[in-house]
């Protein structure tokens, strides 16, 4: 290239404080494969959460309820580890400011004997607050129980049990409607993942005798669907179910039309599963909203539904929240706090005595309507997309120039093939040796979140460096940069101008002249918005 020639191809046409310079990338991006234009919103960490519970015992699995006087009500379940002791019990905490500050914890449940959990509030349209959780203790699930509050949380009904000695679990909040005839029924997602009845249940709860009547939401037997599951009214009347996958890598979506008493069209959604329920939320707009967990339980966002849950705009999601720990955490549930503002209570833990922390988040949803920009995407349905810039005879630079370098703005979209998942830049001389800078994802707690530098030199690959990324996540759905350079011998990667790792070409390499650089994405959803060649 000329002397101090950056290029950056801008996509969007917009200036964006990381470059310079902008020039459209259209006539100079050469699409081998699997890239498309189209429009979509730049997407930034959400920075408007505060801890409600810090503790040194293991905290889980909020639920979360707005009364009929503006408080927040928000439970969980205290105990040592994840699960099979004596000792869980649930706790509460109240804000009145809309989730700005909280009141110190109290006890509402604790049976000595077994293991209380997974509760989830509800707030009737008569200001009635409903919770229900589940009894657990050694490896034996002993039912869901629900109880009754008529003073905002202050005093308690007996608890009622559900289900008739099924092994019930519960997690999501319950839901309030309103039958044809005029009666008020309470539906409960309910689950039981381990009998030979095994399936999502809707239990319809009628308060008026505390009767129950189960329905299964899944195919009975079906394990990868007995699952927790969340549950919301359309606008038009139908109910929507989503439901975890035990080994997919999306949600399974359901509807009913007569009040829960069968459901139909079973299938995949577009919303992408990782291993934690989701929350389902009916806006006062009408939209349905769902909060989920975006890659591997790292991360929560946030899309609609425009068509009553006929699609889901998952491309266009909004970030709630960032992990701070991995593995035990997310489950989060959400409600609308005013005209402008969700706010989503979530979790992140580990045993005691190290413990964890409840956290509620607020993001608005205005930021849904965020402007689109032009970008190249591809689609999960590609097993990679390719894409490359052919230097010119005047761009390429000397054999003796120090440097070379490939840079783009990128953010993952929220469609997922088969794993591993990876967005990959390259650096090709005249001679075809090929540099690679790789980030992957997909593969489990040991194959994600890890950068891979290798070096394709007469037809034969091979790894130089291959470690976790450093510095955090770069698969949550947000903006991210990622560069590759080649600086004399030495082969880097960059993310978010964190440097990853940096090795020495083999000896017996020469990889100087550039004369190729590319971008590609193997079996995912990704957006360009900026591609700067050096």
Not at 90 to 100: A, Q, W
Not at 180 to 191: K, N, R, S
Not at 203 to 227: A, H, K, M, Q, Y
Not at 376 to 386: F, N, P, R, T, V
């Amino acid at each position: 290239m000329p002397a101090g020639g950056d290029r950056t191809y801008s996509i969007s046409g917009g200036r964006l404080p990381r470059y310079e310079t902008e020039m459209k990338l259209s006539p100079m991006f050469t699409v081998n494969r699997g890239w498309k234009k189209g429009a979509l919103p730049r997407s930034e960490a959400n920075q408007d959460y505060v801890p409600i519970v810090r503790s040194e015992k293991h905290v889980a699995f909020p639920g979360i309820c707005k009364t009929k006087t503006g408080r927040l009500l928000v439970v969980y379940r205290e105990g040592l580890n994840h699960a099979g002791g004596r000792d869980g019990r649930v706790m509460m905490t109240k804000s009145d400011d809309l989730g700005r500050t909280w009141s110190e914890p109290w006890q509402i449940y604790d049976d000595p004997e077994v293991d209380d959990r997974n509760s989830a509030l509800l707030c009737t349209a008569d200001g009635t607050i409903v919770h229900v959780w589940n009894k657990y203790c050694e490896g034996r699930d002993l039912g869901v129980f629900l109880v009754k509050s008529h003073d905002e949380a202050r005093s308690w009904s007996r608890p009622i049990p559900i289900g008739a000695g099924q092994p019930l679990r519960t997690r999501c909040h319950p839901l309030e409607i309103r039958t044809p005839t005029g009666d008020i029924e309470w539906l409960l997602p309910l689950y039981d993942c381990v009998s030979q009845r095994k399936a999502a249940y809707v239990g319809i709860f009628r308060p008026e005798d505390n009767s129950c009547l189960l329905v299964p939401v899944t195919p009975v037997g079906d394990r990868n669907v007995s699952d927790e599951w969340a549950l919301e009214q359309a606008a038009d009347g139908r109910l929507v179910a989503l439901v975890r996958s035990n080994w997919d890598l999306w949600l399974w979506q359901s509807e009913s039309w007569d009040q829960g008493r069968t459901w139909h069209n079973l299938r995949p959604s577009s919303i992408p599963s990782q291993f934690t329920p989701p929350d389902l939320l009916r806006l006062q707009d009408g939209r349905l909203m769902v909060t989920f967990s975006f890659r591997e339980r790292c991360n929560e966002r946030q899309a609609v539904s425009p068509d009553n849950g006929e699609s889901w705009a998952v491309a266009q999601s909004v970030d709630v929240f960032g992990a701070k720990l991995r593995g035990d955490r997310s489950y989060p549930a959400a409600v609308q706090l005013d005209d402008h503002t969700i706010g989503t209570v979530l979790y992140e833990t580990l045993p005691a005595p190290h413990g964890g922390t409840i956290w509620f988040a607020r993001t608005k949803l205005a930021d849904l309507e965020r402007p689109a920009v032009n970008v190249w995407y591809s689609d999960a349905g590609e097993e990679l997309a390719a894409g490359y810039v052919e230097l010119t005879a005047v761009e390429r630079a000397p054999a003796d120039r120090e440097r070379a370098a490939v840079a783009v703005d990128y953010r993952f979209t929220g469609r997922f093939g088969e794993p591993l998942h990876g967005l990959e830049l390259v650096l090709s001389d005249e001679e075809g040796t090929i540099c690679h800078g790789r980030y992957w994802m997909g593969g489990g707690r040991g194959e994600t979140n890890y950068i891979e530098l290798a070096l394709t030199c007469n037809s034969s690959f091979t790894t130089l460096r291959r470690q976790s990324a450093i510095g955090g996540f770069y698969n949550d759905g947000n903006n991210h940069r990622m560069s590759l350079e080649l600086r004399g011998r030495q082969l880097s990667l960059v993310l978010d101008n964190i440097d990853q790792a940096a090795v020495p070409l083999p000896a017996e390499t020469d990889c100087q002249r550039i004369v190729r650089a590319g971008v590609i994405a193997h079996r995912t959803g990704v957006a360009l918005f900026d591609l700067k060649i050096v």
